[in-house]
């Protein structure tokens, strides 16, 4: 680590050169899977209004009673995105994406920032690529968006990979789930963390989320939300389990799993990897029925997913697959000379016409020194130019790999870069 003085925020990264060609590897392959799937792309702003994020994940979440980062300017509370589901809801309402006719495929890839403490996998400024699908109760959709996001891990080669699925039932199921969990947790609730004893009244589900070690003892034998779900909730659950079995995607019911975030309704699922440490979710989502209508909006019914890209990398390099990122140079123009150097700059449009990428010393080193520089990057093909060349217009091509040259004219040169 160097001294210098400014650093980057804790729990932020920066993505350097060697990095950032595996990012735009994996962006391509989340953009291509989008086309195939048809969702289009939304980009929503970094910032939004806190009020939006507080109604739309709940306040009772770790997300928005720990993590925000938000400031105010004048009369306005602005918070940097923990998530994507509430700003694509805000969106789709504000710009009344529902009279674009049908459900909506929506997916999106960016930064979201939420103050938790950094440790491997977990970091404050975090990518995630998400998808929703708006406008629709069937439990085709379900299976659809998890779907999409099974197909991105199976092309970029991660099958060591778990799917896990509850169902977080409705309102009414929940109601008498809340009844049940406020039933158990009474006789111990002055033993529970301080949190968990804040959420007993409004929303105790939310202590089956602790991570605090106090609750653990108590977390075992809660009840389980899948034994509270009315007559609907349990047909769609049904109906997405033997989809999902239909369609070979298989998945291990979990009926613990409660998801961070309040604004699910029915499906709720995670991603699981044993490969990558303790924060072990590689993305999670399910559906989310009243959200729309919470912050707004006519009732839409909508399902959707998101997954956490550096934890998808970690797996990728704990199972030593490797990620796109080809950063190697097709062609470094090599220059005795400013003649020569004139000379080259000319020529790089031409040569990156072929398609090939092109780069040159800009900075007048020695020849040994530009062919150890063209070396580091990997370089396909040098082409030397000297006064020498100049005069007689044939330039030393130079295969790096194979280590064999010719002589040649420029001409010459470019139908040969155009082919190879
Ligand atoms: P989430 O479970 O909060 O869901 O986040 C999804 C994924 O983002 C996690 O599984 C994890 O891979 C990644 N992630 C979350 N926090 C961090 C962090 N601090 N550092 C690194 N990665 C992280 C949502 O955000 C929902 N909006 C998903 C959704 C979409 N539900 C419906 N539609």
Request: glycine share 8%; hydrophobic share 40%; charged share 25%.
């Amino acid at each position: 680590m160097s001294s210098s003085k400014f650093q980057t925020l804790h729990g932020m990264v920066d993505i350097l050169p060697g990095e950032s060609e595996k990012w735009n590897w994996l962006e391509s392959v989340i953009r291509e899977t989008a086309r195939e799937f048809h969702f289009s792309e939304i980009r929503t702003p970094v910032m939004e209004p806190t009020e939006l994020i507080a109604r739309g994940v709940g306040q009772l979440t770790d997300i928005v009673s720990k993590e925000m980062f938000g400031f105010s300017r004048g009369e306005t509370n602005y918070v940097l995105r923990p998530e994507g589901t509430a700003p694509v809801a805000r969106a789709y309402v504000q710009h009344r994406l529902d009279q674009r006719g049908g459900a909506q495929k929506l997916f999106y890839i960016g930064p979201m920032f939420r103050a938790e403490r950094p440790q491997k996998g977990r970091q404050r400024q975090f990518h995630q690529f998400g998808a929703e699908l708006m406008g629709t109760d069937s439990p085709l959709a379900d299976v659809e968006v998890i779907r999409f996001m099974m197909r991105v891990y199976e092309k970029i080669g991660l099958a060591n990979i778990t799917l896990m699925l509850n169902s977080v039932g409705d309102p009414e199921s929940r109601a008498a789930y809340k009844t049940a969990l406020q039933a158990y947790f009474r006789p111990h609730l002055s033993k529970l963390s301080e949190v968990s004893q804040t959420r007993f009244e409004q929303n105790p589900m939310r202590i089956l989320d602790s991570k605090e070690a106090e609750d653990q003892p108590y977390l075992a034998d809660a009840p389980l939300i899948t034994d509270y779900l009315n007559g609907h909730c349990r047909e769609h659950f049904a109906q997405v389990k033997n989809l999902l079995t239909n369609e070979g995607i298989s998945f291990t019911e979990n009926p613990r799993l409660v998801r961070g975030l309040d604004y699910y309704t029915k499906t709720a699922f995670e991603l699981v990897s044993p490969d990558v440490g303790s924060q072990d979710a590689l993305g999670g989502g399910g559906r989310y029925d009243l959200l729309v209508e919470e912050i707004g909006g006519a009732p839409t019914p909508a399902v959707g997913f998101a997954c956490g890209m550096e934890r998808l990398m970690l797996a990728c390099e704990a199972l030593g697959i490797q990620i796109g990122g080809d950063a190697a140079l097709d062609v470094y123009l090599v220059c005795r000379g400013t003649e020569a150097q004139r000379w080259a700059m000319h020529a790089m449009p031409a040569i990156r016409k072929t398609g090939q990428s092109c780069t040159m010393d800009f900075s007048g080193k020695s020849i040994k020194a530009q062919l150890k520089d063209a070396n580091r990057q990997q370089t396909r093909f040098a082409v030397i130019v000297g006064e020498q060349e100049l005069a007689d217009q044939k330039f030393t091509f130079r295969d790096m790999h194979q280590s064999t040259e010719e002589a040649l004219p420029f001409e010459e040169i470019l139908s040969r870069l155009a082919t190879a």
